[in-house]
Structures are given as C-alpha cells and as structure tokens.
C-alpha cells in the first residue's frame, strides 16, 4: 500500500523567503505524486503533479517540486513566500493500476509572517 | 470557483434526521468520490465511484449511504447519524488516475 509523509506539523516563513515543505512517499511500482493546497472553509486545490519525465516540476501560483526517486521525496518549494501562501498543503500518492486510491500525507500548516 | 459544486454549503441535523449531500461536476469525470475531513487532518476516503459504479467503499457505516443518479451527479444520503459524523464532506471528481483530483468546497455538517 503508497503512503506519504510530512514530517513537519507547521512551518513557519517570512515574507519573501523561500518556502520549503517536505513529503516522502512509499510505494511498490512507479509513484503519482501530487501536492494540494487548503485555504480556510475550501476544498483543495491542486497545485502541481509528477507523472513522468522531468524530475522539476512547476505548478501554480510560484510553486515547484523536486522528484527525487533515490530519497522518496517530492519537496515542495516556492522561491519567495507570500502571506497569502498561508494555508494547509497536503502531499499525495496513486500508483498505476491503483483501482482510483489517492494516499495523503497529514498536511503541513504554513504560516508566512509579514 | 472549484468546477466541482457541492450542496449545501452547511448542514445541521439531528440525530434522528434524514438528509442528503448532493456534488455535481461537468468536465466529464468518470471517477468520483466522497471523503471526510476533520479539522487540520487529511481527508479520509469514504466511497469512490467509477463509471457510476460503487468501486470502493471504505467500511463506511450504513449511515452513509452514496449514490451516483448519473455520470454528473453524486449523492450522499445521510440518516441516524452520530456527534462524531460532524465534519467537511468533500466531493471530489477525476479522469484518470495520473490526473489530479478536483474537489469542490465542501459541505460542513454539524449533528446536533
């Protein structure tokens, strides 16, 4: 079974800093990986996904993630972090032929200090 | 604006109510799925529905009990429920697996 983990309950930035939140994942086969951002009384939103190919991938709003296959990790990051980036992100994993599942990390609250 | 519309955007009923959550998306998913989520924490799967048929249930107690009418449409109907079902029901939709997931904002039920 995939699982994901984000090590860091809440992450705290100052404005125009870079924006990091980590996620590793576990899977048997080639891993899906998707990042999701939650705003206050929202649904998610997805940012950013790695199927294939380049290892950088670039998402919305700013935001990039690095696939790294030896480490298990798909880091999110943003070069210069914005009050309004303030919110929950969550990490996700399928795999191919994996009957629709999506396994989230338990989120990392990011709070970017004016 | 999420293209995934859930209805009501809140809900508050008793124990002995009967209610229904109802989602509705027309990008021509044929996945689509319900999840609860508790405050701070990621969301639980409950159902998932592919090609309007029940494909995954996750041990949902039968007070839960989801229906799709038609490729657009996904129902949650909702009876006896109990405090601890307080929460934000997600409807989510998707085309295939290596593509994201869209979910709407959510319907926020309170049991009294």
């Known amino acids: 079974a995939q699982s994901v983990a984000q090590p860091e309950d809440q992450v705290n930035v100052a404005e125009g800093n870079p924006l990091t939140v980590k996620c590793t994942y576990s899977?048997?086969?080639?891993?899906?990986l998707f990042w999701y951002v939650q705003y206050p009384n929202r649904g998610l939103q997805f940012l950013l996904k790695y199927i294939t190919g380049d290892n950088l991938v670039k998402g919305s709003y700013g935001f990039e993630a690095e696939f790294n296959k030896s480490q298990t990790s798909f880091h999110l990051k943003k070069p210069s972090a914005l009050v309004s980036d303030s919110a929950l992100y969550f990490c996700a994993v399928s795999v191919p032929h994996g009957n629709n599942r999506l396994a989230f990390g338990k989120g990392n609250q990011v709070v970017v200090i004016p | 604006d999420t293209e995934v519309t859930q209805t009501p955007k809140h809900l508050v009923m008793g124990m002995t109510n009967k209610k229904s959550l109802k989602c509705e998306q027309h990008?021509?998913?044929?996945?689509m799925y319900w999840y609860k989520q508790k405050a701070k924490k990621p969301p639980e799967l409950m159902f998932v529905y592919s090609y309007e048929k029940l494909s995954i249930n996750e041990s949902v107690p039968s007070r839960f009990s989801p229906e799709c009418p038609n490729s657009s449409l996904l129902n949650l109907h909702l009876h006896a429920l109990q405090p601890e079902d307080s929460a934000l029901y997600l409807c989510?939709?998707?085309?295939?697996?290596?593509?994201?997931?869209?979910f709407g904002d959510g319907t926020r039920l309170s049991i009294l």
């Open positions: 990008m021509g998913h044929r996945a």
């Open positions: 899977v048997s086969g080639n891993p899906y």
């Open positions: 989510a939709s998707s085309s295939t697996i290596d593509q994201p997931q869209h």
